[in-house]
């Protein structure tokens, strides 16, 4: 089955340190996208990619960064400057049937700063 | 202006009620309208894309008004599993999806 996959489903990162979440698609869809998700907020666009080896960044990309080496991953780090980095991540793909069929997410990955 | 705007709630109904959710969005611009579904700590799920003719699916219909910049998505005869938040999501102009902070609604039995 098709579908995109996030890894890992619960993390912990210490104050000072970098942390890579993962993100893999086989739906041979040519975009992905990071987002951000706090409690009672809406999803805020971290950084997206239309296509390999190129990526822009998003609404708050301020602290994180991403490579785009394949079509199928797409890697985000939180890097010791997000100030703020506890949240919930969600990576996205679409294809381009996205004006009719949106986005696919993956399942998410839970970020907690211990 | 936000760009995305919605009524948090909760919405509380009984099973069998209709009950509706209003969306406003900024950007005049924009030529993509969504409504997704997201359970508690899980990911957004799509629910149905939105068209300027209206469309329906099952118990579910989406209205689109452009010269107000408005969508709404209709609930008929609710079922508990229902129960979600409603992400009103429409595209930005750059290629991205802008999503509203969600409608949560609770049915009860």
């Known amino acids: 089955d098709g579908g995109i996959t996030q890894s890992p489903k619960y993390l912990f990162r210490k104050e000072g340190q970098n942390v890579t979440l993962s993100c893999e698609q086989n739906?041979?869809?040519?975009?992905m996208y990071w987002y951000r998700q706090d409690p009672g907020q809406g999803l805020r666009l971290i950084y997206y990619s239309q296509i390999v080896n190129d990526f822009q960044k998003g609404d708050i990309a301020e602290g994180y960064s991403v490579s785009r080496e394949k079509k199928e991953s797409f890697p985000l780090t939180v890097t010791s400057a997000q100030k703020n980095p506890t949240a919930f991540y969600l990576c996205a793909s679409s294809g381009s049937d996205r004006e009719d069929y949106g986005y696919t997410f993956g399942s998410g990955t839970r970020l907690t700063v211990v | 202006r936000k760009e995305v705007e919605q009524d948090p709630g909760p919405f509380n109904v009984p099973e069998g009620a209709t009950v509706a959710f209003n969306c406003t969005y900024s950007?005049?611009?924009?030529?993509?309208f969504f409504w997704y579904r997201q359970d508690c700590r899980k990911e957004p799920k799509l629910l149905m894309s939105?068209?300027?003719s209206g469309n329906e699916d099952g118990r579910f219909t989406a209205q689109l008004n452009r010269a107000s910049q408005y969508i709404s998505l209709l609930i008929r005869d609710s079922k508990l599993s229902d129960s979600a938040t409603y992400l009103c999501?429409?595209?930005?102009?750059?290629?991205?999806?802008?999503f509203g902070k969600g409608t949560m609604l609770l049915v009860s039995p």
């Open positions: 939105v068209y300027s």
């Open positions: 739906l041979n869809h040519d975009a």
């Open positions: 950007n005049s611009a924009s030529q993509s």
């Open positions: 999501v429409v595209n930005s102009g750059y290629s991205t999806l802008t």
